[in-house]
C-alpha cells in the first residue's frame, strides 16, 4: 500500500524522467540547518544534515547516506552513477567518489526539488522530539507534563502512505506507527530526560505491540533528528540492555510527522480518564 506526494511539472521532470535543476536555483543548496533530508515523493529518509556540506558545484551535497535509503544504477550516459529513492525509485541525482571534499571521499549531488527537510527545530528554535510506543494518547498523557515541554501533539510517522488516516494506519497496511511529538525547550529539559520518559512509560521489551494493543502500528520506535539524538537513544538501550532487558525498541530516521485527527489529540483530558496501557516503572 503506497500513496505519493503530489507534484508539480517541474518536479515529475527531475524526479519521474532524470532531469537536472538548473546549477544554483534549489532552496538546499546553501541550506544548512539541522534536521533530515527526505524524498519528496514518498517520505524516505535519506540524509541526514550532518553529511550535507558546501561543495560550490551548483546543487546539494552530502558525503552520507542513511542506511540503505539510496540505491546506484549505472547513468544512461555511460559514464556517471545515478543515486535513486531506494523504496520509490525516485531520481535523486549522481554520486561521486575521489574528490576529496571530506573524509569520506565522497559527494552525493543531489537536486533540491527531489528532497524535503524535515528540521529539527521549531521556527521558535524549540526542540522537537517523537517517540512511538503503543497507542498514543498515553504515551501523550504520561510526556506532556514534564517542565520543559511547550506542546505535544500524536499522529503518524514512518510509513509509505501520503496523508494516512487512522482507519489506514490501524489497518497495518501503511509502515506508518501512532507517535508523540514532543516539542521542548531544550534549557529546560534534555532531550536525554524525555527520552528515559519514554523508556519508563512503556514496555520497551514488547514486540509488535503494546498491552493488549497489538499491530506493526503499535510497536516501540525512536525516531530521531540528528546524530546526537540517535547516539542518546543508542546509550540508553545499552543501559537497559545492560540491566537484562531484551529492547525490542527501533531507531529510525524523522520523516514527516502526520497530525492526528483533532478527537485524538489530548484524548485523556478531553475523556477525564488515565491511560489503560501506560504506566510508569523506573527503569533508570
Request: glycine share 8%; with cysteine; charged share 25%.
Amino acid at each position: 500500500m503506497h500513496r505519493y506526494h503530489p507534484l508539480s511539472s517541474q518536479e515529475k521532470a527531475i524526479i519521474c524522467e532524470g532531469k537536472t535543476e538548473a546549477p544554483n536555483s534549489g532552496e538546499y543548496n546553501r541550506f544548512m540547518r539541522s534536521g533530515v533530508f527526505i524524498c519528496k515523493r514518498c517520505d524516505t529518509p535519506l540524509y541526514l544534515s550532518k553529511s550535507k556540506f558546501f561543495s560550490g558545484c551548483g546543487w546539494p551535497s552530502f558525503d552520507e547516506e542513511l542506511d540503505g535509503s539510496v540505491k546506484r544504477i549505472p547513468d544512461p550516459d555511460g559514464l556517471r552513477i545515478e543515486i535513486q529513492c531506494n523504496y520509490c525509485s525516485a531520481h535523486l541525482g549522481h554520486v561521486f567518489i575521489g574528490e576529496n571534499f571530506t573524509q569520506k571521499n565522497t559527494r552525493h549531488c543531489v537536486n533540491s526539488l527531489s528532497l524535503l527537510f524535515v528540521s529539527a527545530l521549531t521556527k521558535e528554535g524549540y526542540e522537537k522530539a517523537i517517540f512511538a510506543g503503543g497507542c498514543f494518547w498515553g504515551v501523550e498523557h504520561l510526556m506532556k507534563d514534564r517542565q520543559g515541554v511547550i506542546a505535544t501533539s500524536v499522529g503518524y510517522i514512518g510509513g509509505r502512505v501520503v496523508n494516512p488516516t487512522y482507519e489506514e494506519v490501524c489497518s497495518g497496511k501503511t509502515g506508518h506507527v501512532e507517535a508523540v511529538e514532543v516539542i521542548f525547550d531544550a534549557k529546560i529539559v534534555s532531550y536525554e530526560t524525555l527520552a528515559k520518559d519514554f523508556f519508563e512509560i512503556h514496555d520497551p521489551t514488547q514486540k509488535m505491540g503494546q498491552g493488549p494493543d497489538l499491530g506493526p502500528q503499535y510497536r516501540s520506535v525512536i525516531f530521531y533528528f540528528t546524530e546526537d539524538q540517535k547516539k542518546i537513544a543508542e546509550k540508553l538501550i545499552q543501559k537497559l540492555k545492560k540491566k537484562g532487558l531484551n529492547i525490542a525498541t527501533e531507531l529510525a530516521a524523522a520523516s514527516l510527522f502526520y497530525k492526528a485527527e483533532t478527537y485524538h489529540q489530548h484524548y485523556y483530558d478531553k475523556m477525564n480518564k488515565q491511560p489503560y496501557c501506560h504506566s510508569r516503572v523506573s527503569r533508570f
